[in-house]
T-cell receptor, first 115, second 110 residues
């Protein structure tokens, strides 16, 4: 099935560890983004990309790094995990930043716990 | 400051009742989208409205975009337990990235 694939689905990290959350899409979408979702906070944008080689910060970028070497892949790296990064992370893709008629396609999420 | 305010944030009603969820802003949007998110999954697009005053129907769900394109509503008729989930509105301003509301968590009790 075409869509956005996120791995892993669940992850437990110790404080200070680093890890990469993977995101891949097969719809040839130019725009990709990462969100975190916390209770009562809605979706908060971490980083986004408008095409291969182009990335920019969202509203909560600290502690996270991204790169976009291909159209398909947009990994999110946690540099040194902190308990405040415990959250559910979603990757989304679309033809345009505004979503257009088709909106954003979201992955099924990665539930991350930092202890 | 939340650009898109959704109300109510939580709603729990009995099966068969009607309900309305609101998405309000002081800003004008070129389009507005509604998503539904079920537990353990990502949000899924329900509808996009682009014209002021536009009304779209999806079975028992009716979506309306305000005339001034600053607000939107979602009305569900005869709610069913399968309607349970988190409903998110999201607005686009020109070519800029989407802005999401904080969501309305809806529970339909059998």
């Amino acid at each position: 099935n075409a869509g956005v694939t996120q791995t892993p689905k669940f992850q437990v990290l110790k404080t200070g560890q680093s890890m990469t959350l993977q995101c891949a899409q097969d719809m040839n979408h130019e725009y990709m983004s990462w969100y975190r979702q916390d209770p009562g906070m809605g979706l908060r944008l971490i980083h986004y990309s408008v095409g291969a080689g182009i990335t920019d910060q969202g509203e909560v970028p600290n502690g996270y790094n991204v790169s976009r070497s291909t159209t398909e892949d947009f990994p999110l790296r946690l540099l040194s995990a902190a308990p405040s990064q415990t959250s559910v992370y979603f990757c989304a893709s679309s033809y345009t930043a505004a979503g257009g008629r088709g909106g954003y396609t979201f992955g099924s999420g990665t539930r991350l716990t930092v202890v | 400051t939340q650009l898109l305010e959704q109300s109510p944030q939580f709603l729990s009603i009995q099966e068969g009742e009607n309900l309305t969820v609101y998405c309000n802003s002081s800003s004008v949007f070129s389009s507005l989208q509604w998503y539904r998110q079920e537990p353990g999954e990502g949000p899924v697009l329900l509808v996009t409205v682009v014209t002021g005053g536009e009304v779209k129907k999806l079975k028992r769900l009716t979506f309306q975009f305000g005339d001034a394109r600053k607000d939107s509503s979602l009305h569900i008729t005869a709610a069913q337990p399968g309607d349970t989930g988190l409903y998110l509105c999201a607005g686009a301003r020109g070519a800029q990235k989407l802005v999401f509301g904080q969501g309305t968590r809806l529970t339909i009790n059998p």
